[in-house]
Nanobody
């Protein structure tokens, strides 16, 4: 499985961005998916996850009420709608796939098996 993330950019505080992650292969619909982010000098951190069916979602506390994760299995795509962006949201955002999906949610980097290349999100104050 290959993941291709896009949609990042420069936005002012309070603005919005929508990230997309397109997966290759026919097994996308079996995988739970997640978004992580990594700011300069910091470890990669969990942002949001969605179950293989899309029926369950989970968010880190700092983005609850502002970010929405969704997926379209027919398009092999997972999205992250980011609203009310803050300067502290600035980071490289990565999508990830869990090919086992034995339990949900998973919030640890090592629990995901496939990663996209990352897309830069910069929020100016």
């Amino acid at each position: 499985v290959q993941l291709q993330a896009s949609g990042g950019g420069l936005v002012q505080a309070g603005g919005s961005l929508r990230l997309s992650c397109v997966a290759s292969g026919r097994t996308f619909s079996r995988y739970a998916m997640a978004w992580f982010r990594q700011a300069p000098g910091k470890e990669r951190e969990f942002v949001a996850a969605i179950s293989w069916s899309g029926g369950s979602t989970y968010y880190t506390d700092s983005v609850k009420g502002r970010f929405t994760i969704s997926r379209d299995n027919a398009k092999n795509t997972v999205y992250l709608q980011m609203n009310s962006l803050k300067p502290e949201d600035t980071a490289v955002y990565y999508c990830a796939a869990d090919r086992i999906s034995d339990y949900f949610p998973k919030m640890i980097v090592n629990e995901y098996h496939y990663w996209g290349q990352g897309t830069q999100v910069t929020v100016s104050s």
